[in-house]
């Protein structure tokens, strides 16, 4: 699977963002997606993450902010992003891990969010 991130741009604090990750191949239903974010002189870090089969979880920053989603039939996972602050600055990636082989990841070359006023 190869993967095509999409949707950041530069917003206001308190606004909101929809990054789309589009998966090219027959096999995104058979995989775990995630999105990452990493800020400057900053490690990458999972922000949402969502099963094969629709089940989400989140770092405890974005909770109550971020919906992470995905649609098999079109191939994308999606993250809103609402109520956005300056510490949500970072450039987002998404990921794609195999269900059957966890060290099989693919990663979205990355969308940079800019939250600034």
């Known amino acids: 699977v190869q993967l095509q991130a999409s949707g950041g741009g530069l917003v206001q604090p308190g606004g909101s963002l929809r990054l789309s990750c589009a998966a090219s191949?027959?096999?995104?239903?058979?995989?775990?997606m995630g999105w990452h974010r990493q800020a400057p002189g900053k490690q990458r870090e999972l922000v949402a993450r969502?099963?094969?089969?629709?089940?989400?979880d989140y770092a405890d920053a974005v909770k109550g902010r971020f919906t992470i989603s995905r649609d098999n039939a079109k191939n994308t996972a999606y993250l809103q992003m609402n109520n956005l602050s300056p510490d949500d600055t970072a450039v987002y990636y998404c990921?794609?891990?195999?269900?059957?082989?966890?060290?099989?990841?693919?990663w979205g070359q990355g969308t940079q969010v800019t939250v600034s006023s």
């Open positions: 990921r794609a891990t195999n269900i059957y082989k966890g060290d099989e990841v693919t």
């Open positions: 191949g027959s096999t995104f239903s058979l995989t775990h």
């Open positions: 969502i099963t094969n089969i629709g089940v989400a």
